[in-house]
Nanobody, 122 residues
Framework: QVQLMESGGGLVQPGGSLRLSCAAF????????MAWYRQAPGKQRELVAE???????DYLESVKGRFTISRDDAKNTVYLQMNSLKPEDTAVYYC????????????????WGQGTQVTVSS
């Protein structure tokens, strides 16, 4: 079993910055892709950014140039640096990781964080 512990959410003004962190804990053999999703009230969950084990990245078009995803494999942690925040960025942000465990290294599963609230408002 893998647990993802998120931190860094909060209230910021438009144009401000916020940095989200997500650390993975458990009997982890290897973490593959890691990603950040978000879900605003009344809307579907959407992929914001993802990063592979080789550090290749992809972003939602609306956050390109403003958000940066990165990972620290020594800490089993993924980050999302959010700059130039807009009110439409307000949502619950979820960390996601694809990983395999020592107990079953042949089986890869997706794991989710509990979500952290990001509110952008003046």
């Amino acid at each position: 079993q893998v647990q993802l512990m998120e931190s860094g959410g909060g209230l910021v003004q438009p144009g401000g910055s916020l940095r989200l962190s997500c650390a993975a804990f458990g009997n982890i053999f290897r973490i593959y892709e890691m990603a950040w999703y978000r879900q605003a009230p009344g809307k579907q969950r959407e992929l914001v950014a993802e990063i592979t084990s080789g550090a290749r990245t992809d972003y939602l078009e609306s956050v390109k140039g403003r958000f940066t995803i990165s990972r620290d494999d020594a800490k089993n942690t993924v980050y999302l640096q959010m700059n130039s925040l807009k009110p439409e960025d307000t949502a619950v942000y979820y960390c996601n990781a694809a990983a395999s465990l020592y107990d079953s290294t042949w089986s890869q599963s997706d794991y989710w964080g509990q979500g952290t609230q990001v509110t952008v408002s003046s």
